[in-house]
């Protein structure tokens, strides 16, 4: 199953050694941007360690053992990941009841569509709560595998309390237990934590491995895979959740920004919010983002190397926006911190209807000074 994960040879190759000459870490930091294989790899990971197949054949995935992991069933897996303050008991009892419905969606949409932003109703980290009930656990013995795996997704997210609760465990983990942190922020954990984990790296994904595992799994158009792998930056699951757009309605929606800040059109944003808070969903802002992040890029190296653009289709647009920057070299620096900050409001929950009148009026001074 290692052979699925596509463009992270070297960090694959490294996990195999530790595992054909018995050399397992107690504890992993997988590390590199988003959407690009650490999850996934961490799961098959825990799974050759645990899988009853032939050497050659692990992670097989189908023996009792990867089914459990592939579930995240498995009585010795434990897997910790940002959430709201569920008032978590030492059992990994849940006793805020209104979060049960979403963590349990949240784990359901981490099995079966794991490229789909999922988003909580409240603002996410990882509390000492969580570590405490992972430590209770780490008490009590082996159930069934040669290796008892806790997978931490978004590390980075835990608070101080928690960091410095964890240090405690990653200090002295029990025996025949792997610790895999994941993160996209290294550099927001504790240096000790970091000095502590054997350190994979996990690469941005070429253009071209994602567009073969957009045609060759996803069975997607040619035409359509080669423009959204170029499109997502180097992020297979954006790539997937672009490509099941039908529509395309974010990178459309981003065009219509575009647009209408060239041309002055008020009446634009206007009726956009006015047709109601529905049509500015998390998800779509947030992938709105993604392309305005792009297209800023395309339009610092569009006289540099113009082949390396994303958005080759919409070439006459970028010339016209670069034209009518006066002051390119410094606003898109600028525009692309302000992107980031609207990220983050999204995932704070700030209403969306605010953020794209925000994201409205800054284009229209940007492309329009």
């Known amino acids: 199953m290692f052979s699925q994960i596509k463009g992270q040879d070297r960090a694959i190759r490294l996990l195999n050694n530790s595992i054909l000459h018995n050399r397992i870490a107690q504890a992993y930091l997988f590390y590199g941007p988003e959407g690009v294989g650490k999850f996934t790899t961490a799961l098959y990971f825990s799974m050759a360690l645990n899988c009853t197949s032939v050497p050659d054949k692990k992670p097989c995935g189908t023996c009792d053992s ?24 030492e059992e990994g009892e849940i006793k805020e009841s209104k979060y049960i419905s979403e963590y349990n969606d949240y784990l ?74 994941l993160t996209t922020k290294m550099q927001s954990l504790l240096p ?64 219509a920004f575009i647009e209408a800040s060239l041309n002055k059109d008020d009446m634009f944003i206007i009726n956009s ?48 926006c670069v034209k009518n920057c006066l002051v390119c070299d410094s606003d898109i620096p600028a525009s692309l911190t302000f992107i980031d900050d609207l990220h983050r409001k999204v995932d704070g929950n700030v209403n969306t209807q605010l953020i794209v009148i925000n994201l409205y009026n800054h284009l229209r001074k940007v492309l329009n000074p």
């Not at 992020?235 to 309605?249: P, V």
Request: aromatic share 10%; proline share 3%.
């Open 273 to 320: 919010v006015g047709s109601g808070k529905e049509k500015f969903k998390a998800e779509l802002v947030h992938d709105l983002l993604y392309h305005l992040a792009l297209w800023f890029n395309d339009m610092s190296k569009l006289y540099v190397d113009r082949k390396d653009i994303n958005n080759l289709d919409y070439a006459e647009l970028l010339e016209k």
């Open 66 to 89: 990867c089914h459990k992991f592939l579930q995240l069933s498995h009585p010795d897996l434990t897997y910790i990941f940002p959430t709201p303050n569920l008032k978590l008991t």
């Open 192 to 255: 000790t934590i970091i000095s502590r984990c054997q350190q994979v790296y996990f690469q941005p994904l070429s253009h071209r491995v994602i567009e073969d595992i957009l045609i060759s799994k996803y069975f997607i158009d040619k035409a359509i895979a080669k423009t959204y792998s170029r499109i997502s930056n180097g992020n297979l699951e954006q790539a997937i959740r672009l490509t099941g757009d039908s529509k395309h309605e974010s990178r459309n929606l981003m065009i």
């Open 108 to 181: 359901e949409n981490r099995k079966t569509s794991p490229w789909k932003n999922f988003f909580f109703s409240s603002k996410l980290m990882i509390r000492k709560e969580s570590i405490t009930m992972l430590q209770r656990r780490l008490e009590l013995a082996q159930t069934e595998c040669n290796y008892r795996v806790i997978i931490i997704e978004d590390a980075d997210s835990m608070n101080e309390e928690a960091s410095n609760s964890f240090l405690k465990t990653l200090e002295e983990p029990p025996k025949n237990t792997v610790i895999i942190l």
